[in-house]
Each structure stands twice: as structure tokens, then as C-alpha cells.
């Protein structure tokens, strides 16, 4: 008997279209045609369930850094390394994230603390065509040119899609050009399978006010992060005590001025807002300006 306090599935609505659908197949056989679905494929090699009810975020990331082949350097069981939810940890305990999720800001600081490179994007801060030129670059990013894929997490108001919940954190698959349906690989396969929604409605999720943050949603392009060797680089400088975060806090402040927190320029100003606060420890702008100082391809 099944217990009345618990859920199977939940019912997927209009204007979303479920994958495996008649109308979900002849999207994406249109976008196949199109050239828009060569990033599908090593996600949907390394598709999760995200591992608890609010590590939406969490399994968006290890689909994504699994999907770009990043090698954790640690252990997930028995004699491999694989990333795994639980294995993210660095920059917001998990006790916390499992009662309040994560930001958008420390998930961008996590991706970059464990061998990506994060670009995120406020919605807030780009226009819908600016969203739909990315969702089509991700789209056609080829696994055959790793060093150069860009997968998308995007951040988004599940209301507005006309589903159950609120925010949400999901991998963007693919693009169905002549339909502007974008490809939704959901974490929480328990509740929604993979799904097509409208374009421009997704867009209007991601500018949804997130009340943790009192900003706009939006999503991260995240791609390897190599040296000037060509090796991975793994710099993770956040502890797991959040008042010691300087990393995460100092993009979470700095992110409503700038749309993208990524390389040396962005990170010049997040040391000029540190230097304005008096209360944040000198050692917190030392370590920003140690990786501004540091050497490789992508930073120049």
C-alpha cells in the first residue's frame, strides 16, 4: 500500500514536452538535423539522479564535470575516481545545502574549485538573445573538441514552467532551433523525466528573483580548466566553514555588479570590493590576488 505522504513522479504539464513523447522524439530529431545536440550525448553518458532532495545542484554539476572527463584526484569508491554529490563539499557544508540548497554563485566557485572553468551569467544582466546565441553554442559544443566544450547548468523558477517546487538547477542538452525548445536533462529524474520547454519561457524562469540571494536566476557555461601545460587544474581555496569562504563570498558579493565571474578582470574587481570591506581578513584579498598573479593559456 502505497504511503500517502510520499510521491512517484509528479505529472509533467504544458508547456513542457517529456522527452520520450512523440512530439519529445521529433524534437530531437529535428535538432540532431540541425547540429544541435552534439553536447547531449556525454551528458546523457554520465545522467544522474540527483543524490537528495535539494542537491539539485550539486547532481547538475557532477553530470557536468563527470561529462568533461575532469579527473577528481581523490578517491570515490574502492580505487576509482569519479565525482560524486557527496564529494562536493568545499564550498558549502552539505548539512547546509541539504536544508537550503545552493546558490548560484557558490556553485559556480564550486565548479571552479574542482577542475572547470566557470563563466556565470545573471539573467538579469543579458538579453533573451544573448541566452538563446549560448544555449545554441553549448548545443553544438562537440565532446570531439573537450578542450573547448562549454556545458550550461542553468538556474531556474520551476513555476514559471508551469511545474511543481521553485528554484531548480538542471543541464541544458540541447536546442531545437526551429521550434526555440531547449533540452532539459532534470537531476530530479524521481519527479520529472528529461524534457523541451519554450526558450523564451525558460529565459523568464532564470530572471525569477532567487530569495536567497535577492537576485536574478540564471546559469554557468562551464568548460575544463587547464594549464599551461595542458593539465587540469585543480585550486580549490574554499574551506567548508562558511564566515572562512573568502572565494565564494567574495563572488557572491561581487556578482550583482558584473554579469560574468570568471578570469583576472572580473577577479580584479572582486579584490577591489574586498579591499572596501573592512570587516573581510586581508588574508581573503592575498588569496585573490595570488590567482590573479598566477600564469596559463586561458588567462593570458
Excluded at 171 to 187: E, F, H, Q, R, T
Excluded at 199 to 217: C, F, G, H, V, W
Amino acid at each position: 500500500m502505497a504511503d500517502n505522504s510520499s510521491f512517484h513522479r509528479r505529472q509533467l504539464l504544458l508547456p513542457s514536452v517529456a522527452l520520450s513523447s512523440s512530439e519529445g522524439k521529433a524534437l530531437f530529431g529535428t535538432a540532431l538535423v540541425e547540429g544541435n545536440l552534439e553536447g547531449y550525448f556525454p551528458l546523457a553518458e554520465n545522467f544522474v539522479t540527483q543524490s537528495h532532495p535539494a542537491f539539485c545542484g550539486l547532481g547538475s554539476l557532477t553530470m557536468v564535470l563527470n561529462s568533461l572527463l575532469i579527473d577528481p584526484q581523490r578517491q570515490w569508491q574502492g580505487n576509482w575516481r569519479w565525482f560524486d554529490d557527496f564529494m562536493l563539499d568545499c564550498c558549502e557544508p552539505l548539512e547546509v545545502v541539504k536544508m537550503k540548497g545552493i546558490t548560484l554563485s557558490k556553485l559556480s566557485c564550486l565548479a571552479r574549485c574542482n577542475g572547470a572553468r566557470s563563466i556565470l551569467k545573471y539573467a538579469s544582466n543579458i538579453s533573451l538573445e544573448e541566452f538563446r546565441n549560448d544555449v545554441e553554442s553549448v548545443s553544438k559544443s562537440s565532446s570531439d573538441t573537450l578542450k573547448e566544450r562549454n556545458v550550461m547548468i542553468a538556474s531556474y523558477s520551476r513555476k514559471i514552467l508551469n511545474q511543481t517546487g521553485s528554484g531548480h538547477f538542471s543541464p541544458i542538452a540541447g536546442y531545437c532551433k526551429s521550434s526555440d525548445m531547449v533540452l532539459i536533462l532534470d537531476v530530479a529524474r524521481f519527479k520529472y523525466p528529461p524534457h523541451w520547454v519554450p526558450l523564451p519561457l525558460l529565459y523568464q524562469s532564470m530572471n525569477a528573483i532567487d530569495s536567497e540571494t535577492n537576485k536574478s536566476r540564471g546559469y554557468l557555461l562551464v568548460s575544463v580548466n587547464t594549464d599551461e601545460n595542458g593539465g587540469i587544474q585543480l585550486d580549490c581555496k574554499c574551506s567548508n566553514k562558511v564566515e572562512d569562504n573568502a572565494t565564494c563570498n567574495a563572488v557572491d558579493n561581487a556578482s550583482s555588479t558584473d554579469s560574468t565571474i570568471s578570469n583576472n578582470g572580473d577577479q580584479q574587481e572582486v579584490v577591489d570590493l574586498l579591499e572596501s570591506i573592512p570587516q573581510v581578513k586581508q588574508q581573503c584579498v592575498n588569496d585573490l590576488k595570488s590567482l590573479m598573479s598566477h600564469s596559463c593559456d586561458l588567462c593570458g
